[in-house]
């Protein structure tokens, strides 16, 4: 006699996957978020689905993914709005289906179909879907997860140029100062990934958008908020040294209001603070076409900016010989700059 009712069931499709997907969350309409009991009973579709979706793309443990069913499953997730409703769904699931989604986003949004990333693709084809995954960082239940998810999507040049681009870009000014220490820092590793995964990109936004941008990075050097001044100091120096973006670092070191951004923090509490001004201040006074101002600048300050300089230091070894080598150059460059200006 056979018991073909202890047979395991069929395994779906990619297909069929991605149908249960879209109608889970289709059903998590205005009406079944009122009814507390449709919508646990709706979320723990969701959640069930989500789970078949994370064994398709990464394997059950025991066996590896199939990749043509995953490159599928990419495919069919770009269909009939599937990958909108990803989204716009995420601030209402619950926590175990949000960390599979995020969890699968990063394997699907890098999986090809015929040579082309078809949910990157798709993306391009919907920017508004980044826009509410910036808008998110608000959301006191999802701003990680669309952290995650906006810095996998950052990683093509296309969307991350229109993140910059776009009138949304400017809230991370305010997410990486938010409240919430966690919520802060991952909202500023995705400011960070914008201004250093595509220097042409970065470059090309930077040389449209100078005034505005650097007006607004101002705020951030000088934010009461000791990890916002030693953050955005430390990624002002990688974009700015960055080559794609020289012909920025040498527009940025001829206005006197940043040099003497840098020689307020020079004076800061945070030797780390210090140190880190000091290298891009050396920028401003190493420049052989300093402009007038910044002469005068530097010449009516120069006994103030001399023993600040003397008493930096690094302390780190081969490090430290080499930082107190740039500092007697840099002190030297200040005392002839006084010394042959007349003002």
Known sequence: MSFSFFKPSRPKTPQEVAKAINDSLMALDTQTVVEVKALEKALEEVEKNFGTMKCMVSGDGETEPNMDQVSQLALEICKEGVLDLLIHKLPILGWEARKDLVHCWSILLKQKVDSTYCCAEYIENHLELLDFLVVCYDNKEIPLNCGNMLRDCIRFPTLAKYILESASFVLFFKFVELPNFDVASDAFSTFKDLL??????????LTAHYDEFFDLYEKLLTSPNYVTRRQSLKLL??????????HIMKRYILEVRYLKVMMTLLKDSSKNIQISAFHIFKIFVANPNKPREVKVILSKNHEKLTELLENLSAGKGDEDEQFEEEKELIIAEIERVAQVSNF
């Open 196 to 205: 250093t995964k595509h220097g042409t990109v970065v470059s090309e936004f």
């Open 237 to 246: 120096s990688e974009f700015l040294l960055e080559t794609p973006n020289s």
